[in-house]
């Protein structure tokens, strides 16, 4: 089956610092690729969606300058969070759609822990 | 906007035992998909099954099976055989056939009891 991958999987910063999840597709090329946020204890929430070569559409209520998405080739998307504060302490995973398709596949997950 | 309700937080269930996951949604569109995923403990998402809004027939996937009531817009989950490693949380998904998004349900999580 497909494979999609996250890294890293538990990273832990400094407020006011800047950290980068890197979301790869290993055995497809994903057109499509999504990012979500997960807070303790509650479902997912859809953040943004990420296109190949193209700006990210953004959710609503996502601030778009503070999570920064960038999808540079067909097997990696990139959601960099900006000026980290404590209150983006969340469980980030994303997901890539298969061409031609509407299946996707999910990552396992990143968490983000901001002191 | 469309909406996933899933009206039980929390399940129990003895082992080998059945149990019937709840979900209803609400959308005006007509090609749409539906799902059941599975949440364990390491927090990877993993499909269940998959119902695809054209087909009459219910999806079913050995031990899991659903029940699709279009009209009503009800798409439920049995787990026949529990076993303990199916305790985790369940989400019921939707997808609309244009944006290809997830949304989501509030989950319930099933506890299998030996």
């Known amino acids: 089956g497909a494979v999609v991958s996250q890294h890293p999987s538990w990273v832990i910063c400094k407020s006011g610092t800047s950290v980068k999840i890197e979301c790869r597709s290993l055995d497809f090329q994903a057109t499509t690729m999504f990012w979500y946020r997960q807070f303790p204890k509650q479902s997912l929430m859809l953040m943004a969606t990420s296109n190949e070569g193209s700006k990210a559409t953004y959710e609503q209520g996502v601030e778009k300058d503070k999570f920064l998405i960038n999808h540079a080739s067909l097997t990696l998307s990139t959601l960099t969070v900006t000026s980290a504060h404590p209150e983006d302490s969340s469980f980030y995973i994303c997901?890539?759609?298969?061409?031609?398709?509407?299946?996707?596949?999910f990552g396992p997950g990143t968490r983000l822990t901001v002191t | 906007a469309q909406t996933v309700t899933q009206s039980q937080p929390e399940m129990s269930v003895q082992e080998a035992e059945t149990v019937t996951l709840s979900c209803t949604y609400d959308?005006?569109?007509?090609?749409?998909?539906l799902f059941w995923y599975k949440q364990p403990p390491s927090r990877q998402m993993i499909l269940v099954i998959r119902q695809e809004a054209y087909k009459q027939q219910n999806a079913t996937e050995n031990r899991f099976s659903v029940n699709f009531q279009k009209a009503a817009k009800s798409f439920s989950l049995k787990i026949s055989d529990s076993q303990l490693g199916d305790t985790a949380m369940y989400f019921c998904?939707?997808?609309?056939?244009?944006?290809?998004?997830?949304?989501f349900g509030t989950g319930t999580r099933l506890k299998v009891l030996a």
């Open positions: 959308t005006s569109e007509n090609n749409y998909y």
């Open positions: 997901s890539a759609r298969a061409p031609r398709s509407y299946e996707q596949y």
């Open positions: 998904a939707f997808m609309t056939g244009g944006t290809y998004k997830y949304i």
